[in-house]
Protein backbone atom coordinates (compact mmCIF):
# COMPACT_ATOMS: atom_id res chain seq x y z
CA UNK A 1 0.00 0.00 0.00
CA UNK A 2 1.36 3.40 -0.84
CA UNK A 3 -0.70 5.96 1.33
CA UNK A 4 -0.31 8.99 -1.50
CA UNK A 5 -2.92 10.37 -3.57
CA UNK A 6 -4.46 13.02 -5.73
CA UNK A 7 -8.34 14.07 -4.65
CA UNK A 8 -9.39 17.24 -6.42
CA UNK A 9 -5.67 17.84 -7.40
CA UNK A 10 -4.25 18.16 -4.29
CA UNK A 11 -1.53 15.75 -2.81
CA UNK A 12 -2.83 13.52 0.12
CA UNK A 13 -1.02 11.26 2.45
CA UNK A 14 -3.48 9.24 3.89
CA UNK A 15 -7.14 11.41 4.96
CA UNK A 16 -4.53 14.85 5.66
CA UNK A 17 -4.06 17.35 2.56
CA UNK A 18 -0.38 17.61 2.35
CA UNK A 19 -0.47 21.73 1.59
CA UNK A 20 -2.20 22.09 5.35
CA UNK A 21 0.69 20.38 6.83
CA UNK A 22 3.61 22.60 4.91
CA UNK A 23 0.96 25.65 5.90
CA UNK A 24 1.16 24.76 9.27
CA UNK A 25 4.85 23.54 10.33
CA UNK A 26 6.67 24.93 7.86
CA UNK A 27 8.99 23.49 5.41
CA UNK A 28 11.65 22.23 4.81
CA UNK A 29 9.26 19.02 6.65
CA UNK A 30 9.62 15.27 6.90
CA UNK A 31 6.15 14.02 6.66
CA UNK A 32 5.23 10.42 7.47
CA UNK A 33 2.21 7.59 7.01
CA UNK A 34 1.61 5.55 10.32
CA UNK A 35 -0.63 3.41 8.51
CA UNK A 36 1.91 2.85 5.78
CA UNK A 37 4.56 2.18 7.87
CA UNK A 38 2.96 -0.14 10.75
CA UNK A 39 0.97 -1.91 7.49
CA UNK A 40 4.77 -2.45 5.76
CA UNK A 41 5.61 -3.73 9.12
CA UNK A 42 2.88 -6.05 9.25
CA UNK A 43 3.32 -7.35 5.66
CA UNK A 44 6.95 -9.20 6.00
CA UNK A 45 5.78 -10.35 9.51
CA UNK A 46 2.88 -12.16 8.34
CA UNK A 47 4.87 -13.14 5.04
CA UNK A 48 6.92 -14.98 7.48
CA UNK A 49 4.40 -16.59 9.86
CA UNK A 50 4.97 -20.13 8.45
CA UNK A 51 8.68 -19.86 10.10
CA UNK A 52 9.88 -18.93 13.61
CA UNK A 53 10.95 -15.64 13.09
CA UNK A 54 11.88 -12.20 13.91
CA UNK A 55 12.09 -9.05 11.86
CA UNK A 56 14.33 -6.74 13.78
CA UNK A 57 13.92 -2.93 12.02
CA UNK A 58 16.71 -1.32 10.81
CA UNK A 59 17.62 1.90 12.80
CA UNK A 60 19.88 3.45 10.42
CA UNK A 61 16.65 3.97 7.68
CA UNK A 62 14.98 6.32 10.01
CA UNK A 63 15.42 6.31 13.83
CA UNK A 64 12.35 8.61 14.70
CA UNK A 65 11.87 7.89 18.69
CA UNK A 66 8.37 7.98 17.89
CA UNK A 67 8.73 5.60 14.73
CA UNK A 68 10.54 3.49 17.03
CA UNK A 69 7.97 3.04 19.69
CA UNK A 70 5.55 2.39 17.17
CA UNK A 71 6.89 -0.55 15.79
CA UNK A 72 8.86 -1.50 19.28
CA UNK A 73 5.29 -1.86 20.36
CA UNK A 74 4.24 -4.08 17.18
CA UNK A 75 6.41 -6.29 18.57
CA UNK A 76 9.58 -6.05 16.08
CA UNK A 77 13.07 -6.47 16.98
CA UNK A 78 15.89 -4.24 16.38
CA UNK A 79 19.03 -4.04 14.00
CA UNK A 80 21.78 -1.52 15.19
CA UNK A 81 25.04 -0.36 14.18
CA UNK A 82 26.66 1.51 17.00
CA UNK A 83 25.69 2.38 20.57
CA UNK A 84 24.37 5.43 19.85
CA UNK A 85 21.56 2.92 18.07
CA UNK A 86 21.42 0.88 20.41
CA UNK A 87 20.75 3.28 23.41
CA UNK A 88 17.85 4.78 20.88
CA UNK A 89 16.52 1.13 20.17
CA UNK A 90 16.45 0.66 24.22
CA UNK A 91 15.08 3.89 25.15
CA UNK A 92 12.61 3.61 22.64
CA UNK A 93 11.46 0.20 24.37
CA UNK A 94 13.01 -2.52 22.22
CA UNK A 95 13.01 -5.70 24.47
CA UNK A 96 17.45 -6.29 24.86
CA UNK A 97 16.65 -9.81 23.52
CA UNK A 98 15.49 -8.77 20.11
CA UNK A 99 18.30 -6.40 19.31
CA UNK A 100 20.82 -7.58 17.20
CA UNK A 101 24.25 -5.38 16.57
CA UNK A 102 26.11 -5.35 13.61
CA UNK A 103 29.16 -3.34 12.78
CA UNK A 104 32.44 -3.78 11.23
CA UNK A 105 34.36 -1.13 13.54
CA UNK A 106 32.41 -1.40 16.97
CA UNK A 107 34.53 0.23 19.90
CA UNK A 108 35.37 -1.44 23.39
CA UNK A 109 33.31 0.56 24.74
CA UNK A 110 30.17 -0.52 21.83
CA UNK A 111 30.84 -4.26 22.62
CA UNK A 112 31.16 -3.62 26.50
CA UNK A 113 27.49 -1.93 26.10
CA UNK A 114 25.81 -4.79 23.81
CA UNK A 115 27.15 -7.32 26.48
CA UNK A 116 25.72 -5.30 29.35
CA UNK A 117 22.50 -4.78 28.09
CA UNK A 118 21.84 -8.41 27.08
CA UNK A 119 21.03 -8.42 23.52
CA UNK A 120 20.33 -10.99 21.12
CA UNK A 121 23.18 -11.53 19.32
CA UNK A 122 26.66 -9.24 18.05
CA UNK A 123 27.16 -9.67 14.72
CA UNK A 124 30.89 -9.89 14.67
CA UNK A 125 32.79 -8.69 11.37
CA UNK A 126 36.34 -10.28 12.01
CA UNK A 127 38.35 -12.65 13.20
CA UNK A 128 40.30 -9.65 15.76
CA UNK A 129 36.57 -8.67 16.61
CA UNK A 130 36.09 -11.82 18.06
CA UNK A 131 38.79 -12.04 20.09
CA UNK A 132 38.17 -8.63 21.86
CA UNK A 133 34.79 -9.29 22.54
CA UNK A 134 35.72 -12.97 24.20
CA UNK A 135 38.15 -10.90 25.93
CA UNK A 136 36.13 -7.87 27.49
CA UNK A 137 33.32 -10.32 28.11
CA UNK A 138 35.69 -12.52 30.11
CA UNK A 139 37.17 -9.04 31.96
CA UNK A 140 33.48 -8.38 32.68
CA UNK A 141 32.91 -11.91 33.87
CA UNK A 142 30.05 -12.23 31.23
CA UNK A 143 29.16 -14.38 28.08
CA UNK A 144 28.53 -12.17 24.82
CA UNK A 145 26.00 -13.57 22.63
CA UNK A 146 27.77 -13.92 19.10
CA UNK A 147 27.01 -14.34 15.56
CA UNK A 148 29.38 -13.98 13.01
CA UNK A 149 28.36 -12.40 9.95
CA UNK A 150 29.30 -14.19 6.74
CA UNK A 151 30.39 -12.57 3.58
CA UNK A 152 29.28 -14.78 0.61
CA UNK A 153 30.38 -13.23 -1.98
CA UNK A 154 27.26 -12.70 -3.75
CA UNK A 155 26.52 -9.71 -6.40
CA UNK A 156 23.10 -8.19 -6.05
CA UNK A 157 24.45 -5.86 -9.37
CA UNK A 158 23.54 -3.06 -7.44
CA UNK A 159 24.75 0.64 -6.38
CA UNK A 160 28.38 0.04 -5.63
CA UNK A 161 27.83 2.10 -2.81
CA UNK A 162 25.10 -0.22 -1.53
CA UNK A 163 26.36 -3.74 -2.26
CA UNK A 164 28.02 -5.28 0.89
CA UNK A 165 28.14 -9.11 0.51
CA UNK A 166 31.09 -9.08 -1.87
CA UNK A 167 34.57 -10.36 -0.78
CA UNK A 168 36.08 -6.89 -2.41
CA UNK A 169 33.71 -5.38 0.70
CA UNK A 170 34.87 -3.86 3.97
CA UNK A 171 31.75 -6.28 5.95
CA UNK A 172 31.75 -9.95 7.47
CA UNK A 173 33.95 -12.74 7.31
CA UNK A 174 34.45 -15.43 4.48
CA UNK A 175 33.20 -18.77 4.55
CA UNK A 176 36.20 -20.85 5.32
CA UNK A 177 38.06 -18.41 7.79
CA UNK A 178 34.18 -18.09 9.82
CA UNK A 179 34.13 -21.98 9.98
CA UNK A 180 37.96 -21.74 11.66
CA UNK A 181 36.33 -18.77 14.37
CA UNK A 182 33.16 -20.47 15.13
CA UNK A 183 35.45 -23.32 15.89
CA UNK A 184 37.62 -21.10 18.21
CA UNK A 185 34.78 -19.64 19.63
CA UNK A 186 32.81 -22.78 20.64
CA UNK A 187 35.80 -22.96 22.87
CA UNK A 188 35.47 -19.76 24.68
CA UNK A 189 33.80 -19.42 28.34
CA UNK A 190 33.12 -15.82 27.37
CA UNK A 191 31.30 -16.64 24.01
CA UNK A 192 27.89 -17.90 23.20
CA UNK A 193 27.26 -18.99 19.74
CA UNK A 194 23.51 -17.73 19.16
CA UNK A 195 23.49 -17.26 14.93
CA UNK A 196 25.00 -16.62 12.17
CA UNK A 197 24.32 -13.28 9.96
CA UNK A 198 24.12 -12.11 6.24
CA UNK A 199 23.16 -8.84 5.05
CA UNK A 200 24.64 -8.44 1.03
CA UNK A 201 22.83 -5.07 0.42
CA UNK A 202 20.62 -2.65 -0.09
CA UNK A 203 18.24 -2.57 -2.72
CA UNK A 204 17.70 -5.97 -3.61
CA UNK A 205 15.67 -6.29 -7.06
CA UNK A 206 14.99 -10.06 -7.39
CA UNK A 207 14.76 -12.80 -4.84
CA UNK A 208 17.80 -14.92 -6.87
CA UNK A 209 20.55 -13.53 -4.45
CA UNK A 210 18.16 -14.17 -0.56
CA UNK A 211 18.07 -17.39 -1.89
CA UNK A 212 21.58 -18.15 -3.22
CA UNK A 213 22.12 -16.54 0.84
CA UNK A 214 20.08 -19.08 2.47
CA UNK A 215 21.35 -21.88 0.44
CA UNK A 216 24.77 -20.51 1.24
CA UNK A 217 24.17 -20.80 5.26
CA UNK A 218 22.29 -23.53 4.98
CA UNK A 219 24.90 -25.40 4.09
CA UNK A 220 27.24 -23.44 6.39
CA UNK A 221 25.02 -24.46 9.76
CA UNK A 222 24.58 -27.89 7.92
CA UNK A 223 28.42 -28.15 7.88
CA UNK A 224 29.18 -26.86 11.54
CA UNK A 225 26.45 -29.01 13.15
CA UNK A 226 28.69 -32.11 12.20
CA UNK A 227 31.23 -30.41 14.26
CA UNK A 228 29.24 -30.14 17.03
CA UNK A 229 28.03 -26.39 16.35
CA UNK A 230 24.34 -25.60 17.13
CA UNK A 231 22.76 -22.02 16.10
CA UNK A 232 19.33 -21.07 17.41
CA UNK A 233 19.13 -18.47 14.20
CA UNK A 234 19.69 -17.36 10.84
CA UNK A 235 19.91 -13.73 9.76
CA UNK A 236 19.22 -12.86 6.42
CA UNK A 237 19.56 -8.90 6.91
CA UNK A 238 17.90 -6.08 5.58
CA UNK A 239 17.78 -4.76 1.96
CA UNK A 240 14.44 -5.58 0.28
CA UNK A 241 14.23 -3.18 -2.65
CA UNK A 242 12.06 -0.20 -3.00
CA UNK A 243 10.72 0.87 -6.04
CA UNK A 244 11.10 4.87 -6.39
CA UNK A 245 8.84 5.18 -9.36
CA UNK A 246 6.24 3.95 -7.81
CA UNK A 247 4.86 6.64 -5.51
CA UNK A 248 0.54 6.81 -5.60
CA UNK A 249 -2.13 4.47 -4.17
CA UNK A 250 -3.09 3.68 -7.31
CA UNK A 251 0.57 2.52 -8.92
CA UNK A 252 -0.05 -0.23 -6.79
CA UNK A 253 3.46 -1.96 -5.16
CA UNK A 254 6.01 -0.01 -3.77
CA UNK A 255 8.29 -3.08 -3.78
CA UNK A 256 10.12 -5.00 -6.59
CA UNK A 257 9.27 -7.80 -5.01
CA UNK A 258 6.70 -9.19 -2.60
CA UNK A 259 7.77 -10.30 1.16
CA UNK A 260 5.74 -13.16 0.28
CA UNK A 261 7.81 -13.80 -2.11
CA UNK A 262 11.13 -13.29 -0.74
CA UNK A 263 9.73 -15.82 2.42
CA UNK A 264 8.76 -18.42 -0.47
CA UNK A 265 12.56 -18.56 -1.68
CA UNK A 266 14.03 -18.91 1.74
CA UNK A 267 11.66 -20.70 4.04
CA UNK A 268 11.69 -23.60 2.76
CA UNK A 269 15.98 -23.59 2.53
CA UNK A 270 16.20 -22.63 5.85
CA UNK A 271 13.15 -24.70 7.58
CA UNK A 272 14.92 -27.78 7.92
CA UNK A 273 17.56 -26.44 10.24
CA UNK A 274 14.90 -25.62 12.77
CA UNK A 275 16.51 -22.19 13.79
CA UNK A 276 14.44 -19.03 13.76
CA UNK A 277 14.99 -16.49 10.88
CA UNK A 278 15.61 -13.01 11.50
CA UNK A 279 15.10 -10.22 9.02
CA UNK A 280 16.64 -6.54 9.16
CA UNK A 281 14.92 -4.62 6.61
CA UNK A 282 14.74 -1.04 7.04
CA UNK A 283 13.84 0.65 3.70
CA UNK A 284 10.77 -2.01 2.67
CA UNK A 285 9.14 -0.33 5.83
CA UNK A 286 9.71 3.20 6.06
CA UNK A 287 11.24 4.34 2.65
CA UNK A 288 7.47 4.52 0.98
CA UNK A 289 5.73 6.36 3.84
CA UNK A 290 7.97 9.41 4.06
CA UNK A 291 7.78 12.57 1.87
CA UNK A 292 9.71 15.94 2.33
CA UNK A 293 8.14 18.52 1.51
CA UNK A 294 9.63 21.76 0.25
CA UNK A 295 8.87 25.32 -0.66
CA UNK A 296 9.45 26.73 -4.31
CA UNK A 297 11.80 29.84 -3.58
CA UNK A 298 12.95 31.22 -7.10
CA UNK A 299 12.89 30.46 -10.39
CA UNK A 300 16.10 31.12 -12.19
CA UNK A 301 17.52 30.11 -15.85
CA UNK A 302 21.16 30.13 -17.00
CA UNK A 303 21.63 29.36 -20.84
CA UNK A 304 19.73 26.22 -21.57
CA UNK A 305 18.89 25.61 -18.37
CA UNK A 306 16.19 26.14 -15.88
CA UNK A 307 16.49 25.61 -12.19
CA UNK A 308 14.02 25.83 -9.57
CA UNK A 309 15.40 27.00 -6.27
CA UNK A 310 13.65 24.88 -3.44
CA UNK A 311 14.21 25.33 0.59
CA UNK A 312 15.40 22.04 1.23
CA UNK A 313 18.73 20.88 0.53
CA UNK A 314 21.51 18.16 -0.04
CA UNK A 315 21.72 18.82 4.26
CA UNK A 316 17.86 17.11 4.18
CA UNK A 317 18.25 14.99 1.66
CA UNK A 318 21.50 13.73 0.15
CA UNK A 319 20.56 10.90 -1.36
CA UNK A 320 20.47 12.68 -4.94
CA UNK A 321 23.44 13.79 -4.72
CA UNK A 322 25.66 10.75 -2.88
CA UNK A 323 23.94 8.51 -5.04
CA UNK A 324 22.53 9.65 -7.90
CA UNK A 325 19.04 8.50 -6.65
CA UNK A 326 16.01 9.23 -8.57
CA UNK A 327 13.33 10.36 -6.13
CA UNK A 328 10.02 11.34 -7.62
CA UNK A 329 9.03 14.90 -6.95
CA UNK A 330 4.87 15.94 -6.84
CA UNK A 331 3.81 19.41 -6.80
CA UNK A 332 1.11 19.29 -3.53
CA UNK A 333 -1.36 21.19 -5.98
CA UNK A 334 -1.50 19.55 -9.30
CA UNK A 335 -3.01 22.30 -11.41
CA UNK A 336 -2.94 20.43 -15.24
CA UNK A 337 -0.10 23.64 -16.32
CA UNK A 338 2.23 22.85 -19.02
CA UNK A 339 5.06 20.58 -18.13
CA UNK A 340 8.86 22.23 -18.51
CA UNK A 341 12.33 20.55 -17.89
CA UNK A 342 14.01 21.73 -14.54
CA UNK A 343 17.17 20.95 -12.02
CA UNK A 344 15.15 20.95 -8.46
CA UNK A 345 18.17 22.51 -6.11
CA UNK A 346 18.88 23.85 -3.14
CA UNK A 347 20.63 26.81 -1.36
CA UNK A 348 23.67 24.95 -0.38
CA UNK A 349 27.39 26.40 -2.06
CA UNK A 350 27.78 22.92 -3.86
CA UNK A 351 26.79 22.14 -8.04
CA UNK A 352 26.67 18.66 -6.26
CA UNK A 353 23.07 20.49 -3.88
CA UNK A 354 20.21 18.98 -6.08
CA UNK A 355 17.18 17.04 -5.89
CA UNK A 356 16.54 16.10 -9.55
CA UNK A 357 18.07 16.76 -12.81
CA UNK A 358 16.33 17.58 -15.87
CA UNK A 359 13.37 16.50 -14.72
CA UNK A 360 10.10 17.02 -16.18
CA UNK A 361 7.89 19.26 -13.59
CA UNK A 362 4.51 21.09 -14.38
CA UNK A 363 5.58 24.89 -14.26
CA UNK A 364 5.92 26.10 -10.33
CA UNK A 365 5.90 29.45 -8.74
CA UNK A 366 8.02 31.17 -5.80
CA UNK A 367 5.51 29.82 -2.83
CA UNK A 368 4.54 26.60 -4.55
CA UNK A 369 4.74 23.72 -2.24
CA UNK A 370 5.85 20.08 -3.71
CA UNK A 371 6.44 16.87 -2.27
CA UNK A 372 9.92 14.64 -2.72
CA UNK A 373 8.72 10.94 -2.53
CA UNK A 374 10.11 7.60 -1.07
CA UNK A 375 11.63 10.02 1.13
CA UNK A 376 11.39 7.89 4.49
CA UNK A 377 14.23 5.54 4.26
CA UNK A 378 17.70 7.17 4.72
CA UNK A 379 16.46 10.59 4.76
CA UNK A 380 16.56 12.28 8.19
CA UNK A 381 19.07 9.88 9.36
CA UNK A 382 21.73 11.66 6.91
CA UNK A 383 20.65 14.93 7.65
CA UNK A 384 23.32 17.44 8.32
CA UNK A 385 24.03 20.79 9.50
CA UNK A 386 26.27 21.81 6.57
CA UNK A 387 25.70 25.62 5.85
CA UNK A 388 24.79 25.94 9.34
CA UNK A 389 21.37 24.63 8.48
CA UNK A 390 18.59 23.48 10.87
CA UNK A 391 17.12 20.07 10.35
CA UNK A 392 13.90 19.95 8.99
CA UNK A 393 10.66 19.37 11.65
CA UNK A 394 9.55 15.41 11.49
CA UNK A 395 5.29 15.01 11.05
CA UNK A 396 3.27 11.87 11.57
CA UNK A 397 0.41 11.62 10.13
CA UNK A 398 -2.67 9.37 11.27
CA UNK A 399 -5.70 9.51 9.15
CA UNK A 400 -6.82 13.15 8.74
CA UNK A 401 -4.59 14.04 12.07
CA UNK A 402 -1.01 14.77 12.12
CA UNK A 403 1.32 16.06 15.14
CA UNK A 404 5.28 16.37 15.16
CA UNK A 405 7.21 13.99 15.94
CA UNK A 406 10.46 15.83 16.24
CA UNK A 407 10.57 19.55 16.17
CA UNK A 408 12.50 21.72 13.57
CA UNK A 409 15.74 22.47 15.04
CA UNK A 410 16.08 26.08 15.60
CA UNK A 411 17.00 28.45 13.85
CA UNK A 412 20.63 30.13 14.70
CA UNK A 413 19.40 33.90 13.43
N1 LIG B 1 21.24 -4.74 8.07
C1 LIG B 1 22.49 -4.27 7.86
C2 LIG B 1 23.63 -4.96 8.49
C3 LIG B 1 22.70 -3.14 7.05
O1 LIG B 1 23.92 -2.68 6.85
C4 LIG B 1 21.57 -2.50 6.45
C5 LIG B 1 21.75 -1.32 5.60
C6 LIG B 1 20.28 -3.02 6.71
C7 LIG B 1 20.16 -4.15 7.51
C8 LIG B 1 19.03 -2.41 6.16
O2 LIG B 1 18.99 -2.44 4.77
P1 LIG B 1 17.65 -2.00 3.96
O3 LIG B 1 16.57 -3.00 4.30
O4 LIG B 1 17.27 -0.65 4.44
O5 LIG B 1 18.05 -2.02 2.56
N2 LIG B 1 22.10 5.07 2.68
C9 LIG B 1 21.80 4.12 1.64
C10 LIG B 1 21.47 2.75 2.17
C11 LIG B 1 22.57 2.16 3.05
C12 LIG B 1 22.22 0.83 3.63
C13 LIG B 1 23.17 0.45 4.71
N3 LIG B 1 22.88 -0.78 5.36
C14 LIG B 1 20.65 4.68 0.79
O6 LIG B 1 20.21 5.79 1.07
O7 LIG B 1 20.21 4.06 -0.16
Redesign the pocket.
Request: charged share 15%; aromatic share 10%.
Given at each position: MIPYSYRDNRLFCEETDLAEVARQYGTPAYVYSKAGITGNYARIDAAFAAAPHLVCY?L??NANPALLKMMAELGAGA?V?SGGELAQALQAGFPAQRIVF?SVGKTDAEIRFAIRSGILAL?VESREELEVTARLAAEMGMTAPIAL?INPDIDIEG?P??T?GKSANK?GIALEEARAAYLWAAEQNSLKIVGV?C?I????KKSDPYHRMAETLAAFVADLGKAGIRFEHVDL?????VDYTKVLGEQGSPWFMEPEEMAAQVIPVLQPLGCEILL?????IV?PNGVLLSQVLYRKETKGKKFLVVDAAMSDLI?PS??G?YHAILPLQAGGVEPETVDVVGAICESGDFLAKDRELERLQRGDYLAVMTAG??GYT?TSNYNARPRPVEVLIDGATHSVIRDREPSLF
Open positions: AKADVANRHYLTFHHGSMIGGGLGEPGRSGRLYAAYL
